[in-house]
């Protein structure tokens, strides 16, 4: 396949996929995999998740990380290695980057029935008393998100050549988390280091991710030819990447782009930025063992053979969350 380089990352339509024809399905299936084989970004419209549950949801979050530091302090357990709950600002680092990136964040895991098997293996969800909007709205908006990820992985289990359904076993239930991230005003830029940025580049650990529009510019997408390349969702899009997990599994067939948010211009600095992206995870028990059909003589094989709860345990030693 040739390969291209986007100005802009490529807009699909799920209903195409979800609704449409044999026809469309096929089309969206084949732009969703040169998409993901050449950048691994693309803007969805068509999806599950309403305009104004995303914004009455940013909302919440704003509400939520304007509470003092020691309100939300409550809600940060280091035992939990930033999987529930609170996460203060300095916590996190890109994996191979030392300097914390500048930003706090909350995090919502699965809802799983009481009686159910994995339940014992996830923590419970902490809600903030002084934010009671918050619980229904992040249920009601992972639950959407998370509809809308099964849809998409069914496409690219298609554009692999697998059964349409070989993720959904996997994913039903699985370890995703809701991130509401806050990105503080930068006071004394002159104050910080010369390499803190809001989030260095790296790529997500999950299958994929979704994105509702964040509430300021400053996502960029590394290109292939070494080019920074600007994303932004607008209403009623969601920017779906694919992470390392399938990059990992598919053997880099599916590419897992690099990507940062970097700091606003001067006469922006004094301002938040807000984004709530949805990492859909699947099951620990997972094996992300590179796929057959994706290793041959001229792609030979990249990566040991690990679990997703292994890789996820790694992972979150590298960037700081998880303490050893």
């Given at each position: 396949?040739?390969?291209?380089?986007y100005?802009?990352?490529?807009?699909?339509?799920l209903?195409?996929?979800?609704?449409?024809?044999?026809?469309?399905?096929?089309?969206?299936?084949k732009?969703?995999?040169?998409?993901?084989?050449?950048?691994?970004?693309?803007?969805?419209?068509?999806?599950y998740?309403?305009?104004?549950?995303?914004?009455k949801l940013?909302?919440?979050?704003?509400?939520?990380?304007?509470?003092?530091?020691e309100?939300?302090?409550?809600?940060?357990?280091?035992?939990?290695a930033?999987?529930?709950?609170?996460?203060s600002?300095?916590?996190?680092?890109?994996?191979?980057?030392?300097?914390p990136?500048?930003?706090?964040?909350?995090?919502?895991?699965?809802?799983?029935?009481?009686?159910?098997?994995?339940k014992?293996?996830?923590?419970?969800?902490?809600?903030?008393?002084?934010?009671?909007?918050?619980?229904?709205?992040?249920?009601?908006?992972?639950?959407?998100?998370?509809?809308?990820?099964?849809?998409?992985?069914?496409?690219?289990?298609?554009?692999?050549?697998?059964?349409?359904n070989?993720?959904?076993s996997?994913?039903?239930?699985?370890?995703?988390i809701?991130r509401?991230?806050?990105?503080?005003?930068?006071?004394?830029?002159?104050d910080?280091?010369?390499?803190?940025?809001?989030?260095?580049?790296?790529?997500?650990?999950?299958?994929?991710?979704?994105?509702?529009?964040?509430?300021?510019?400053?996502?960029?997408v590394?290109?292939?030819?070494?080019?920074?390349i600007?994303?932004?969702?607008?209403?009623?899009q969601?920017?779906?990447?694919?992470?390392?997990?399938?990059?990992r599994?598919?053997?880099?067939k599916?590419?897992?782009?690099?990507?940062?948010?970097v700091?606003?211009?001067k006469?922006?600095?004094?301002?938040?930025?807000?984004?709530?992206?949805?990492?859909m995870h699947?099951?620990?028990?997972?094996?992300?063992t590179?796929?057959?059909?994706?290793?041959?003589?001229?792609?030979?094989?990249?990566?040991?053979?690990?679990?997703?709860?292994?890789?996820?345990?790694?992972?979150?030693?590298?960037?700081g969350?998880?303490?050893?």
């Amino acid at each position: 396949m040739s390969k291209k380089l986007y100005n802009e990352i490529p807009s699909l339509n799920l209903e195409d996929f979800t609704t449409g024809t044999e026809e469309t399905k096929a089309q969206f299936v084949k732009e969703l995999g040169e998409a993901y084989n050449n950048i691994g970004f693309v803007a969805i419209k068509g999806h599950y998740l309403s305009d104004d549950l995303s914004q009455k949801l940013y909302a919440a979050v704003e509400n939520f990380f304007n509470l003092s530091t020691e309100q939300k302090k409550a809600y940060e357990k280091e035992e939990l290695a930033g999987q529930r709950g609170y996460t203060s600002k300095g916590k996190e680092q890109a994996k191979g980057h030392k300097v914390p990136d500048l930003k706090e964040f909350y995090q919502v895991g699965q809802f799983v029935p009481e009686d159910h098997e994995l339940k014992k293996d996830y923590p419970d969800n902490l809600w903030p008393s002084e934010v009671p909007e918050l619980a229904a709205l992040a249920k009601d908006a992972y639950q959407k998100l998370e509809k809308t990820g099964f849809e998409m992985l069914r496409a690219i289990a298609l554009y692999l050549g697998l059964d349409e359904n070989y993720f959904d076993s996997e994913v039903t239930y699985g370890n995703s988390i809701l991130r509401a991230i806050h990105y503080p005003p930068i006071e004394n830029p002159e104050d910080l280091p010369a390499d803190a940025v809001r989030a260095a580049q790296h790529g997500d650990i999950n299958l994929i991710t979704l994105l509702m529009g964040a509430s300021a510019d400053g996502l960029q997408v590394l290109r292939r030819d070494g080019e920074w390349i600007p994303i932004t969702a607008l209403p009623n899009q969601l920017v779906v990447n694919v992470g390392d997990m399938l990059a990992r599994l598919t053997n880099d067939k599916l590419k897992s782009t690099i990507h940062r948010v970097v700091n606003p211009p001067k006469d922006q600095m004094k301002k938040s930025r807000y984004s709530i992206p949805f990492f859909m995870h699947p099951k620990s028990s997972m094996d992300l063992t590179c796929l057959d059909s994706c290793v041959d003589a001229d792609n030979p094989k990249k990566y040991d053979d690990m679990s997703a709860g292994e890789f996820l345990q790694e992972r979150l030693a590298e960037i700081g969350l998880l303490k050893k």
